[in-house]
């Protein structure tokens, strides 16, 4: 069965850095790309960015390029987001997803961003 | 960017009822589009992919079309489990984009 499993998230100040993992199982995480996507409470998706399957590779939303970074560590099958300098805006419920279709998504994981 | 216009934003139809969503891409995405559903407190489930491609274990009473750059989901005859929120996604090019959502409520 496939399963992601996203932690890291919680209560954090603006201007903080923060990063979430996602631990996979169920398939060959080498083997696929994976994504971050996250939902504002307003229930807006907004797409954040993917990452290859040897982690050779990523694609970046412009507005958070220059603050988010995704990896990968294929020998723990586990998917990062590195978030920095979070603003308020940033809050949201945050998902990692597998391969091009998304078809699957983990349950989520909240961060909320305030003082 | 490439924009999803997603129509209607709610939508309230009775148990049986035939309901439709719509995506409008302001680009030609090929058939790069997904739909997927969001059952209240879980997590969004796709549903098709590739514009009429049906993922593994949905029913068969959800349906995709596409006309040229506007895209379609059907529901033939809309059940009590169908209820929650319906998103689009274009992952035709970075960045990926998805529609506003679709709120669909029992009448």
């Known amino acids: 069965e496939v399963q992601l499993v996203e932690s890291g998230g919680g209560l954090v100040q603006p201007g903080a850095s923060l990063k979430l993992s996602c631990v996979a199982s169920g398939f060959t995480f080498s083997d696929y790309w994976m994504s971050w996507v996250r939902q504002t409470p307003g229930k807006t998706m907004e797409w954040i960015g993917d990452?290859?399957?040897?982690?050779?590779?990523?694609n970046y939303a412009p507005s958070l390029k220059n603050r988010f970074t995704i990896s990968r560590d294929n020998a723990k099958s586990t998917l990062y987001l590195q978030m920095s300098n979070v603003r308020s805006e940033d809050t949201a419920t945050y998902y990692c997803?597998?391969?091009?279709?998304?078809?699957?998504w983990g349950q989520g994981v909240m961060v909320t961003v305030s003082s | 960017d490439i924009q999803m216009t997603q129509s209607p934003a709610s939508l309230s139809a009775s148990l049986e009822e035939i309901v439709t969503i719509t995506c409008q891409a302001s680009q030609d995405i090929g058939n790069w589009l997904s739909w997927y559903q969001q059952k209240p407190g879980k997590s969004p489930q796709l549903l098709i992919y590739g514009a009429t491609s049906l993922a593994d274990g949905v029913p068969s009473r959800f349906s995709g079309s596409r006309s040229g750059t506007q895209y379609s989901l059907k529901i033939s005859r809309l059940q009590v489990e169908d209820i929650g929120i319906y998103y689009c996604?274009?992952?035709?090019?970075?960045?990926?984009?998805f529609g506003a959502g679709t709120k669909l409520e029992l009448k």
């Open positions: 996604l274009q992952a035709y090019s970075a960045p990926n984009t």
């Open positions: 997803t597998r391969d091009g279709e998304y078809s699957y």
């Open positions: 990452i290859k399957y040897d982690g050779s590779y990523t």
